[in-house]
């Protein structure tokens, strides 16, 4: 019997607001590397709209979620050619000093900075540092604190939950801990997109 595959509902509820962003700030061609990819539905679904001069690589920390990406994305990777190539999802933790891309002109996080401990962004930004040629975006989506503050009672509350499930995890203030941890590896201030349910997209782009 084959295992279905893995589903996200949040994917379905934020995936046209973050494509529109993400074909606003995309490059026409090049590597889009996708940290965190989760079950894959992202990749699946945003990679048919965006240019055919691209080329989406899903990834992940966790080697149980790889065979849920390719599961998702193998009709496009098998099918005819439909907007971004998808490419086989790697096994990439943030943390590590390695990587297993070396250059991307593009990377897209979305939903991992508050459902891990915080070393996990920190080495998210220094690997899209290493990674991303001056100008280029690293979009990260999702709930954050402002100066500080819930924006939101919803967020406030999510907040509590997931430190109740993980004491190292949480939202992140983009104010007093992203943004100055992003400018310590030489991204500039970002584009901040308003988008539905009281989440973010954050552009930073590199120096
Ligand atoms: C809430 S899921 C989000 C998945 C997907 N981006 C989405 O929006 O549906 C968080 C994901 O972050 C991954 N993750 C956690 N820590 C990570 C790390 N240090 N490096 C890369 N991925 C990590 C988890 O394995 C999980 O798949």
């Known amino acids: 019997m084959t295992q279905p595959l893995p589903h996200a509902p949040a994917t379905l509820r934020n995936r046209e607001p973050i494509l529109a962003v993400l074909r606003e700030i995309l490059p026409?061609?090049?590597?889009?590397?996708?940290?965190?990819?989760?079950?894959?539905?992202?990749?699946?679904?945003?990679?048919?709209?965006?240019?055919?001069?691209?080329a989406w690589q899903p990834s992940d920390a966790d080697p149980a979620a790889l065979a849920g990406i390719d599961g998702h994305t193998q009709p496009l990777r098998e099918g005819p050619p439909q907007g971004a190539?998808?490419?086989?999802?790697?096994?990439?933790?943030?943390?590590?000093?390695?990587?297993?891309?070396d250059r991307a002109e593009a990377i897209f996080c979305c939903n991992m900075i508050h459902i891990a401990p915080w070393v996990a962004a920190l080495g998210l930004l220094a690997g899209a540092a290493r990674l991303l040629p001056p100008g280029a975006p690293l979009l990260?989506?999702?709930?954050?604190?402002?100066?500080?503050?819930?924006?939101?009672?919803?967020?406030?509350?999510?907040?509590?939950?997931?430190?109740?499930?993980?004491a190292a995890w949480g939202l992140r203030c983009l104010d007093h801990e992203v943004v100055p941890a992003a400018a310590a590896q030489g991204f500039i201030a970002p584009e901040i997109h308003q988008l539905p349910a009281n989440n973010l997209a954050v552009v930073l782009r590199r120096r």
């Open 85 to 101: 190539r998808i490419l086989p999802a790697l096994r990439l933790d943030t943390t590590a000093p390695v990587w297993p891309v």
């Open 28 to 54: 026409d061609q090049g590597l889009l590397l996708e940290v965190a990819s989760g079950t894959g539905e992202h990749a699946a679904f945003m990679a048919p709209h965006l240019s055919p001069r691209l």
């Open 140 to 166: 990260l989506y999702g709930p954050f604190k402002r100066g500080g503050e819930h924006t939101a009672p919803s967020n406030a509350a999510f907040d509590r939950t997931l430190r109740e499930r993980d």
